[in-house]
């Protein structure tokens, strides 16, 4: 059973690494939290499937348009600064900051604090 993003009272944002200036994924960004760039490139027009830190699972496409699909709901993406703000129609936008652990695994960062975990694939 899938539970979305939206249902949790946090939201995802992602953040930057100083040494992200060209949003290219490498070997050395790694563990570091990703530039709004970087969010573009690796994260939006894929699929994240994971786990929040409460236990609710999701998988949520993320378009390149910024539509967010999710099993049965959709919501809005956007990418502040170097976080990804995440609104599913409530009124509440919450940004997460994202962290690469590795080419295909995230991390959901809310102040600085791990929320959630991630696998990044293609949308099918």
């Not at 200036?21 to 970087?38: D, K």
């Not at 998988?59 to 390149?64: C, Q």
Request: a negative charge.
């Amino acid at each position: 059973m899938m539970v979305l993003l939206m249902g949790m009272t946090t939201a995802p944002v992602m953040a930057d690494s100083a040494e992200q200036h060209n949003g290219a994924q490498s070997a050395s960004t790694q563990g570091e939290r990703l530039s709004g760039s970087a969010i573009r490139d690796r994260v939006m027009g894929h699929r994240v499937t994971g786990a929040m830190a409460d236990g609710s699972q999701y998988s949520e496409a993320y378009r390149v348009d910024g539509t967010i699909e999710g099993e049965d709901y959709t919501g809005q993406s956007t990418i502040k600064g170097d976080q990804m703000c995440l609104d599913y129609g409530s009124g509440d936008t919450t940004c997460y900051q994202i962290r690469m652990l590795d080419d295909q695994n995230i991390e959901w960062l809310l102040d600085g604090e791990v929320v959630g975990e991630g696998t990044i694939s293609a949308i099918e």
